[in-house]
């Protein structure tokens, strides 16, 4: 059946070019994950170089908000928030499992080595992920582990109903699946794939969090372990295809987690944070104040803004300093950040101080500001 031209989008938005996945193309797009007439036959399906309409403006917003929440801006807004916040336990021990999930995601990704989505018919509105693979979705698999793992930490460490919970878990998973085919980057099959595979992870691996966060926090030799293991991770997913941002992303993702375990370690040592005795189990909110509410929001404008300066200074540092070191012209960064021996030193070494100030530098600052 063939859909009447006044229910196609309004908003003109050229589709990209297949070969075409510059991140600058990708902030510039937006329509309908899969056109509304993809039904129709070949002669009637658009081509490349088209454009595409979004008149549907409630439901286009709300699949680029359900697809922020598996980026970069989301995860580095989040995790924060809940280690300067709420609870840092919960934000270590949700970290972890991040980590662990979007790893073996990424790298069965380059394993498996299945395309993205033929375009057309699937109009993409989202190139800057279109040079990795698709199967399994880590969105998917992102979206699902963080909201069923946010209610397995908290519920019966913290007071409230068990249904707000189960509403969370489909509404956040459904929301953050579904935006992956409405954006074009993703199968049905990919979605429902990256949903088993999470699932079968966390069933597997959940019971060994408060081992894992333990042992980052109280051994003596935890940092030196945790920085070995997530290199030596970081080194072999680089080995398993040639560059594509997977790459670029498991190596943030891994300096992102050791940079925290590591910074977790030494606010532990210092008595800086402290988790709450067992005795005092379940934990209740305090009554939200504007106290209350102008010092979280003072702890997030103070945090951020220092995280983004440690970011910034280490990307300016790492990339020039490993081109050096490896002999590798500087003159393109892109292009020179596709040498293993420049990416996974700039993408580890400057996420892993990232994570490392949002666990220790950013909580020192606020011990010392008298804010904690």
């Not at 693979?133 to 699902?144: D, I, L, Q, R």
């Not at 606020?366 to 804010?371: C, L, N, P, Q, S």
């Amino acid at each position: 059946s063939k859909l009447a031209p006044g229910s196609w989008p309004q908003v003109n938005v050229p589709l990209r070019e297949s070969g075409d996945t510059s991140p600058q193309g990708a902030r510039a797009e937006g329509g309908l994950g899969r056109h509304p007439a993809s039904r129709q036959t070949s002669a009637e399906t658009p081509a490349e170089g088209q454009l595409a309409r979004v008149s549907n403006w409630p439901l286009y917003y709300l699949f680029c908000f359900g697809a922020e929440l598996g980026n970069e801006l989301f995860y580095i807004l989040f995790f924060p928030f809940w280690i300067w916040n709420l609870d840092p336990l919960v934000g270590r021990r949700l970290v972890v499992i991040w980590v662990l999930v979007m790893y073996l995601g990424q790298c069965t990704k380059d394993i498996i080595r299945w395309p993205r989505p033929a375009s057309p018919p699937v109009v993409k509105l989202e190139v800057f992920y279109n040079s990795e693979y698709s199967m399994p979705s880590t969105h998917a698999m992102s979206g699902t582990a963080i909201p069923i793992s946010m209610v397995l930490l908290t519920y019966g460490r913290w007071q409230y109903p068990l249904i707000y919970g189960l509403i969370l878990i489909p509404c956040w998973c459904s929301l953050v699946c579904l935006s992956r085919i409405y954006m074009g980057m993703h199968s049905i099959l990919d979605i429902i794939a990256g949903f088993l595979y999470t699932i079968l992870i966390l069933a597997v691996f959940y019971p060994f969090v408060d081992l894992i966060d333990n042992f980052n926090q109280t051994h003596k030799y935890a940092p030196l372990i945790i920085i070995g293991l997530h290199l030596a991770l970081g080194i072999f997913s680089f080995t398993l295809d040639t560059w594509s941002t997977s790459r670029g992303d498991t190596a943030e993702i891994l300096g992102s987690g050791a940079g925290i375990a590591c910074g977790s370690h030494v606010t532990y040592k210092m008595g800086l944070v402290l988790d709450p005795s067992l005795d005092t189990l379940p934990l209740s909110g305090p009554p939200v104040t504007m106290t209350l509410f102008g010092k979280a929001i003072l702890r997030i404008l103070i945090g951020m803004v220092f995280v983004l300066v440690v970011r910034n200074i280490m990307k300016k540092i790492t990339i020039p300093l490993a081109c050096k070191i490896s002999n590798i012209p500087c003159d393109d960064i892109r292009k020179a950040r596709q040498h293993m021996e420049v990416e996974l030193p700039y993408r580890y070494i400057t996420y892993g101080m990232v994570g490392f100030s949002i666990t220790f530098f950013v909580p020192y600052i606020f011990f010392f500001i008298g804010i904690s």
